[in-house]
T-cell receptor, first 113, second 116 residues
Framework: QQQVKQSPQSLIVQKGGISIINCAYE??????FPWYQQFPGKGPALLIA?????SEKKEGRFTISFNKSAKQFSLHIMDSQPGDSATYFC????????????FGEGTQLTVNP | GAVVSQHPSRVICKSGTSVKIECRSL??????MFWYRQFPKKSLMLMAT?????????EQGVEKDKFLINHASLTLSTLTVTSAHPEDSSFYIC????????????FGNGTRLTVT
């Protein structure tokens, strides 16, 4: 059972553009929603995370938008750069589970110069 | 910040042999660590939760006799792939969290296992 669905599978954006990746979840008990960035041959690195009590969180060029009623959240990368080219994963967990994360399928982002 | 170190980064072994992968929390104590498996261009699938001083908790469908987990200290968890077969070839990643400081989950850099 895929509890976190992510789209698109791949995304190509021009330098300076906005990259948008979307995720939807099923389990209403999830209360922590992080986004991870992964480069080839490396482990995932936490980018930004949000909890359901806020609708938006911004850190630098990265913004999470969260819609609790729709059970959806998205990552926006402003002013996308070639160095942002990587695979992005959304995830979700229940805090009481001790950080057991359920990951989305991943989005391969390519930012062209 | 909290750092998780994983070793080795790459390993090649022959079918039938066993391989041990180490996961260390470098500047914090981790009573719980998590082991994930990732196939090429695929997502991370949680294999098991490693608990210091007690048995690991395995996810449904993960063979506990195939993937032995030992968490003997507060900074070290090991994953041993026993009697490895080519289908065990994958990218194995551990993660840990410093609950004492309420820091987020940190991942190691993964181990690329190739079974020939």
């Amino acid at each position: 059972q895929q509890q976190v669905k992510q789209s698109p599978q791949s995304l190509i954006v021009q330098k300076g553009g906005i990259s948008i990746i979307n995720c939807a979840y099923e389990n209403t008990a999830f209360d922590y929603f992080p986004w991870y960035q992964q480069f080839p041959g490396k482990g995932p690195a936490l980018l930004i995370a949000i909890r359901p009590d806020v609708s938006e969180k911004k850190e630098g060029r990265f913004t999470i938008s969260f819609n609790k009623s729709a059970k959806q959240f998205s990552l926006h990368i402003m002013d996308s750069q070639p160095g942002d080219s990587a695979t992005y994963f959304c995830a979700a967990s229940k805090e009481t589970s001790g950080s057991r994360l359920t990951f989305g399928e991943g989005t391969q982002l390519t930012v062209n110069p | 910040g909290a750092v998780v170190s994983q070793h080795p980064s790459r390993v090649i072994c022959k079918s039938g042999t066993s391989v041990k992968i180490e996961c260390r929390s470098l500047d914090f104590q981790a009573t719980t660590m998590f082991w994930y498996r990732q196939f090429p261009k695929k997502s991370l699938m949680l294999m098991a939760t490693s608990n210091e001083g007690s048995k690991a908790t395995y996810e449904q469908g993960v063979e506990k006799d195939k993937f032995l987990i030992n968490h003997a200290s507060l900074t070290l968890s090991t994953l041993t792939v026993t009697s490895a077969h080519p289908e065990d070839s994958s990218f194995y990643i551990c993660s840990a969290r410093d609950f004492s400081s309420n820091s987020p989950l940190h991942f190691g850099n993964g181990t690329r296992l190739t079974v020939t």
